[in-house]
């Protein structure tokens, strides 16, 4: 059986370049076997580099002030499938800006939340050891466990969702996890004057790529404006992404700081308070 823990080392292993066949002890996990890599792959075939692994590199490259970029949020209130499973991957973008700051009292927080987002989803029973390990963890301080522990967690949703023949969702945690990732990445960027750290964002393809699997969901979960939105929100982030004038650069990364703020907040807006239309993302440049 492929775990969440599984398929996290995985993903791992893959930006690292650790050695596949190595085994990893200090995780209390064997090695993959050779039928669990190949469901992982297939689980999810296009690479997507999670939101924690985006942060370390900036870590590196402009130290953030990880602290000031801590910004409660709480899960919306819905029956909606696909907002449930995009609000997943905000809360999971979340859990991980909250383990950079060393903020265990956020991260528990999170873990409440995607607990709820879980049980909403029919995917919670299996992650309720996930969820009690979170809490373990934040209250130990031990930061690098609970980094792999919140990536396991919102990989074990993904796994059961597809167990569930909910593959579609995963998509759309995929891409709001991206989406949530890039607002507070952009917003670290632009906070220096030299833009340290702007070759790490500047992925198109990967951008592209997620917008064009929203464009295979099943019609019912496009109605309405929000998925759209979000497949709108990429789709102008790639086109930014791939302008390479550095006289537009700044420019560039505001727009798509701002198209993400706009987005990731419709995201977490509650169905109950959606009379009030958020703002449209800025409207799509020219591809240069």
């Given amino acids: 059986m492929l775990t969440g823990r599984h398929f996290a080392i995985l993903v791992m292993s893959a930006w ?35 939101p924690g692994e985006i942060f370390a590199a900036l870590d590196k490259a402009c130290r953030p002030n990880w602290v000031t970029l801590v910004t409660p949020a709480t899960a919306p ?19 991980y800006i909250a383990v950079k700051a060393q903020d265990g009292q956020q991260v528990k927080n999170v873990g409440r939340e995607l607990m709820e987002e879980a049980k909403a989803l029919g995917v919670s029973q299996s992650l309720m050891g996930r969820g009690n390990s979170l809490m373990e963890f934040a209250d130990n301080g031990d930061w690098d466990a609970l980094s792999d522990e919140l990536e396991a967690t919102e990989n074990e949703i993904k796994t059961t969702m597809v167990g569930q023949k909910d593959r579609d969702l995963v998509t759309l945690t995929s891409a709001a996890a991206w989406l949530r990732g890039m607002e507070i990445a952009t917003g670290i960027v632009l906070a220096n004057e030299k833009l340290q750290g702007a070759d790490i964002l500047r992925q198109p393809d990967l951008t592209r790529e997620l917008a064009s699997r929203l464009t295979g969901l099943p019609e019912r979960m496009k109605r309405g404006v929000l998925v759209p939105r979000v497949k709108q929100t990429l789709e102008s982030t790639a086109l930014l992404m791939e302008n390479n004038d550095p006289s537009k650069m700044r420019e560039n990364f505001r727009k798509i700081h701002d198209d993400c703020t706009v987005i990731v907040k419709e995201i977490l807006t509650s169905a109950t308070a959606q009379s009030s239309p958020v703002p449209s993302p800025s409207s799509t440049p020219s591809k240069p």
């Fill in 77 to 95: 209130v819905t029956t909606e499938r696909s907002q449930l499973a995009l609000s997943v991957g905000v809360l999971a973008a979340n859990g």
């Fill in 16 to 50: 690292c370049g650790i050695c596949e066949g190595a085994p990893l002890p200090w995780l209390g996990v064997a090695p993959m076997t050779d039928s669990q890599k190949q469901g992982a792959l297939f689980l999810d075939d296009l690479s997507i580099p999670c």
